[in-house]
Nanobody, 112 residues
Framework: QVQLVESGGGLVQPGGSLRLSCAAS????????MAWYRQAPGKRRELVAV???????TYADSVRGRFTISRDSGKNTVHLQMNRLKPEDTAVYYC??????WGSGTQVTVSS
């Protein structure tokens, strides 16, 4: 069973930046894609970004050009760099290793 632990969330003003990290246990990290999801209050969980084992990336339309997903296989870590944050980015952000391993989430609040 893979364990995923997110960190880096917090309160930031609109236009600011945050960098989320997700540390994975075990030795299978390098062969799996990794994803970030988010869930805002009263809304469904939505896919934010995906990175394959080879480093190819995909983004939701709402974050493309502002967020960057990356991975460090030597450290079993995936990151989400979030720039030009907007109030609508406020959500709990979750790390996922498909198909069914999830972290417990980290809160991101964008507010003045």
């Amino acid at each position: 069973q893979v364990q995923l632990v997110e960190s880096g969330g917090g309160l930031v003003q609109p236009g600011g930046s945050l960098r989320l990290s997700c540390a994975a246990s075990g030795n299978i990290f390098s062969i799996y894609p990794m994803a970030w999801y988010r869930q805002a209050p009263g809304k469904r969980r939505e896919l934010v970004a995906v990175i394959t084992s080879g480093g190819s990336t995909t983004y939701a339309d709402s974050v493309r050009g502002r967020f960057t997903i990356s991975r460090d296989s030597g450290k079993n870590t995936v990151h989400l760099q979030m720039n030009r944050l907007k109030p609508e980015d406020t959500a709990v952000y979750y790390c996922q290793m498909p198909p069914a391993s999830w972290g417990s989430g980290t809160q991101v609040t964008v507010s003045s």
